[in-house]
Every structure is written in structure tokens, then in C-alpha cells.
């Protein structure tokens, strides 16, 4: 053996001045990713201060523009079938499976979890989508029916969907508590729009790009961030939005975007607390959703009893 000593290889100049590529947090409005108009940022930090990212700083103009493109995408996605959009939520889950990783790595920092716990929330929230996804074309079956009624017609409720949906999603639970109330909502053909956490936003700027693939027509999903109080005035008192989820919204101002809601007798579905980490019922699948009853005659009764 030779008693030279190995060469030590160093790296390339450029590798060794390489500065990191920070990722652009942007808005998904209409199936784009649009900067905010305003052309505001806001710093996002972790649980201990240090700084992750910009976040655009939504203004009512993009607020504005989400419900337009939410509206422009209600009549498409409400008519879908149902087992279609069961696959398309079906799809979003298999997209989020392949960025497990980025998604692990933004809980954790937004959370002040370790990599063990933010993969356990991970996964709960990629469950979460199969687990709505197949309520799709069971949810009427089980609100919905033939009625008895006195006299010769046939009675028939079956559940619609609601419009425009506007969510402010959990301030806490950045990411599956973010799935547990968006999924619900376009499940039962209904459009949204999502003001993220505000101080940990970053899990819902990237799921918008998984939307973007997951063949979800632009539009059924548009995800603000921002000051939840400054976005969420107009969209409560917007005439073109039709129901509003109020689950990261603290006690007042819940009470102010109620009263600012009743204006167009918006459904509000008030604040509650929510261990997000347990199997969810299907009340939020039935929040959105309206009731459509139709009446058909069965025909004139003839003497032996028979109809026509």
C-alpha cells in the first residue's frame, strides 16, 4: 500500500459561495398565484421568533377578487357528480403524500412540534381528505329521502350545496385543523375562500400549490393570508358571498362578523372548540348545505285503489 496521503477534494468555488434559493409564498386566487395587490408582506416567524419567510399581506381588493373567481367556479364544480369530486379530493390526497416531507418541515416550524409529532399531524390531515373525499356520494343519501305525506305525490328532499363559502381557518392548527374545515365545504360542491392562520400561514400557501395540481378547477379553493380581522370585514359583508365559517375568529370578532353577515342572512357557523385530531362527524359537511324538497303527483286514486 502506499503511505501517500489521500487528496483532499474541496469543493467548487461557486458550490462554496452558493447562496440558498428562499422560496416566494404567494396568493391562489382563480387557480393563479397572484402576488397581493397591495404588494404588502408580513413577516412569518417560528415558535421561537426566528424568521421562515414573507408572506404576501392580503388587501380587500384580493379579497374581492377571490369571491369573483370563487362565484366564476361555483357552477362547474356544484355540477360535478359527486363521485367525480371525490376523486378530485381523492387526488389532493395523493399529492399531498408525495410533499410529505415540505409539508412535516412547515408544521413543525409553525407549530413548535418536533419532526415525529409534525408527521403525525401530516398524515391526520392527508386521512383527513380520503376521509371526506368518500362522503361525496353518500352525505345525500343520509340527510336526504322520500317523505311521507298525506296524499297522492311523491315528496323528495335532497341537499344542495350553499354558494360562495368564506373560512377563516383555526389559528392554531396550521395544517390539519386548515384540511378540516376547507375539505368539508368543496366536498358538497361548494366554492371557498380561505383567509390562513395569521400567524402561520405558510402550510396553506403550499397547499394551494398541491391544489393547482390535483385537478381542482381553479377557482373552487382560493387561499388569502394576511390580518384575519382586516380580509374577513368585506367577505362577511359581500353580497356574493353566501355562508361563512367563523373558526379562527376569537369571541369579538366573531360577534362583529356576524352582525356584518346577517346583512344578505349569510349561514354563519360560529366558533367552537374542536380537538381537530379526532374523527370529525359530518356536521360540517351539513353546514353548507341547502335543502331542496320537490312534490310530484302520483296520479288520481281510482275506485280499486290504483294510480295513473
Known amino acids: 500500500m502506499s503511505d501517500k496521503p489521500e487528496k483532499t477534494v474541496k469543493p467548487e468555488k461557486s458550490e462554496q459561495n ?19 395587490e397591495s404588494g404588502r408582506v408580513y413577516e412569518v416567524t417560528d415558535s421561537k421568533g426566528k424568521w421562515l419567510a414573507n408572506a404576501p399581506l392580503s388587501s380587500r381588493k384580493d379579497a374581492r377578487d ?30 399531498l403524500e408525495g410533499r410529505k416531507d415540505q409539508f412535516v418541515r412547515e408544521v413543525a416550524d409553525s407549530e413548535g412540534l418536533s419532526k415525529s409529532k409534525a408527521a403525525a399531524v401530516v398524515d391526520a390531515a392527508i386521512d383527513r381528505w380520503v376521509w371526506y373525499a368518500g362522503w361525496t356520494d353518500k352525505i345525500a343519501q343520509v340527510i336526504g329521502g322520500a317523505n311521507p305525506v298525506a296524499g297522492p305525490y311523491f315528496n323528495l328532499s335532497t341537499p344542495e350545496p ?10 392554531e392548527s396550521s395544517f390539519l385543523g386548515l384540511v378540516s374545515v376547507i375539505a368539508p365545504v368543496i366536498a358538497t360542491g361548494n366554492t371557498v375562500i380561505v383567509i390562513a392562520s395569521e400567524k402561520s400561514p405558510l402550510p396553506a400557501l403550499s397547499l394551494g400549490e398541491v391544489l393547482a395540481t390535483s385537478d381542482l378547477p381553479g377557482g373552487v379553493v382560493n387561499v388569502l393570508s394576511g390580518k ?15 355562508a361563512i365559517d367563523l373558526a379562527g375568529a376569537d369571541d369579538v370578532l366573531a360577534k362583529e362578523l356576524e352582525i356584518a353577515a346577517a346583512d344578505n342572512l349569510k349561514r354563519v357557523l360560529r ?38
Request: charged share 15%; aromatic share 10%.
Open 271 to 308: 366558533p367552537q372548540a374542536v380537538d381537530y385530531s379526532e374523527t370529525p362527524g359530518i356536521e360540517r359537511l351539513t353546514a353548507f348545505l341547502e335543502t331542496k324538497t320537490v312534490w310530484h303527483p302520483t296520479g288520481a286514486l281510482g275506485a280499486s285503489g290504483s294510480s295513473y
Open 228 to 242: 384575519t380581522a382586516e380580509i374577513a370585514a368585506p367577505l362577511a359583508a359581500h353580497q356574493d358571498v353566501n
Open 66 to 95: 377571490a369571491v369573483v373567481a370563487a362565484r366564476k367556479a361555483f357552477g362547474g364544480w356544484s355540477g360535478a357528480t359527486a363521485y367525480n369530486r371525490g376523486q378530485v379530493l381523492y387526488r389532493v390526497a395523493e399529492m
Open 162 to 171: 350553499t354558494g360562495v363559502v368564506t373560512v377563516l381557518a383555526p389559528q
Open 18 to 36: 452558493r447562496l440558498s434559493v428562499f422560496k416566494t409564498y404567494k396568493l391562489y386566487v382563480g387557480g393563479k398565484f397572484p402576488r397581493s
